[in-house]
């Protein structure tokens, strides 16, 4: 592939704008006629999001009072209009099946994204404007078993309505954080200092390449979200102490791959999140329940679910340790899963795959579900 068509980062690539609050708030009034009356930048590894407040008492249109999110997309993602196309029509489309999600806006081109150059190189960007979800992401809060049931069943629901899309430009378009890029994880080892660590994360991609690359062949494709990621779960109070899931955030990772890839993050990220009173390796039971209610996957998927739980897991710990080393001014959003990570990959990658099926066959039956692991 010549590096015009490359979609994957490379080592050293810097690929995230450069673009402070003033200057997003000048563009949204110039791409979409917005007066923004506050701007605050959220997380992202490599590209610029922001929560645009406006004001809503001038115009005729009707304005959102919660705001806007502006996205402007890294440099090596921008290249690609036609997958960006293919993510908008992709997010309209789980909207009308029922997913709650960010939706596009057009801007005054009436179009539901630009090109931009914005700073003094020679790179574009693409930016587009979201509609704002109230809510709550994942991060931070008590996990329990019904709520990350509740969250596996709808991420079922979204995989369900997604066997009804099909665009050919997410066919070719792999992301680093895809997880059929495992294998390249070895470019990116130079990041960690400790040779332990990098031979755990070796070993993870050897076992991957072994069980899951020589059968991609026998596993169920279509068109998944790619990053159901705390981050990109929202959530909403349904009682003083609990939360029920509201929907999905950021298509960004969207393409066409491997069905138990979708399930595998999910679950990789209730692992990460468990409390200290929880097993974790139970409490992801409990949203494999959830999506296996409404999306059933043969035992051919199902027998690869925990080496791609562990291949999220080492993706996570390499690419946060490499952006850190890179963007030193991100590290708290980039490492936040560094200690609890190494620490999970080490205990999970020590325990059978008889052991682990066991346990979520357990969970299974309690919702009266029966599958093969095996």
């Known amino acids: 592939m010549s590096d015009k068509n490359r979609t994957v980062l490379n080592p050293g690539e810097k690929v995230q704008p450069e673009l402070n609050n003033k200057e997003a708030s000048r563009l949204v009034q110039r791409l979409y006629g917005l007066s923004a009356i506050k701007v605050e930048e959220l ?10 407040h406006v004001d809503t008492t001038s115009g005729d ?22 997958a960006i196309d293919a993510q908008n029509h992709l997010i309209l489309h789980v909207a009308k099946h029922g997913i709650r999600t960010s939706c596009p806006v057009p801007n005054l081109c009436n179009k539901l994204w630009s ?38 069943k709808l991420a079922g629901k979204l995989d369900a309505a997604c066997l009804e899309f099909y665009d050919t430009a997410f ?69 003083p102490d ?27 990220y209730v692992l990460l999140g468990a409390g200290e009173q929880d097993d974790p390796v139970e409490l992801a039971g409990h949203a494999l329940a959830g999506y296996l209610s409404e999306f059933p996957l043969p035992a051919m998927d199902l027998s690869v679910l925990k080496i791609c739980i562990s291949a999220r897991l080492v993706q996570s710990l390499v690419m946060g340790a490499y952006t850190a080393s890179v963007q030193p001014g991100n590290t708290d959003y980039v490492l936040n899963t560094q200690n609890k990570g190494w620490v999970l990959l080490h205990e999970f990658c020590a325990k059978s795959d008889s052991e682990v099926f066991d346990s979520w066959e357990r969970i299974l039956h309690e919702y009266g579900l029966k599958f093969d692991f095996k």
């Not at 169920?220 to 705390?230: A, C, N, P, Q, R």
């Not at 609990?242 to 679950?267: C, H, K, P, Q």
Request: hydrophobic letters at 40%; one cysteine or more.
């Open 43 to 52: 997380n992202s590894y490599d590209d610029k999001n922001f929560h645009i």
């Open 171 to 239: 066919t070719d378009h792999k992301r680093i954080w895809s997880l059929t890029e495992v294998p390249k994880l070895t470019k990116f080892l130079t990041c960690l200092k400790e040779e332990k660590k990098r031979q755990s994360v070796l070993s993870v991609i050897k076992q991957f390449n072994d069980s899951v690359v020589s059968n991609y062949s026998k596993l169920k494709t279509g068109v998944i979200h790619g990053d159901l990621s705390d981050h990109n779960i929202l959530i909403t109070p349904s009682s």
């Open 61 to 82: 249109i009707k304005l959102s009072e919660e705001g806007y999110v502006l996205k402007i997309l890294n440099s090596l993602d921008s290249r690609f209009s036609e």
């Open 242 to 268: 609990d939360y029920e899931v509201a929907g999905f955030l950021d298509f960004g990772d969207a393409t066409i791959a491997y069905y138990v890839f979708e399930i595998a993050i999910l679950m990789c």
């Open 115 to 152: 090109l931009e150059q914005l700073d003094s190189s020679d790179s574009k960007y693409i930016v587009r404007l979201f509609t704002f979800i109230p809510g709550r992401v994942f991060v931070g809060i008590r996990y329990t078993a019904s709520l990350v049931h509740s969250v596996g």
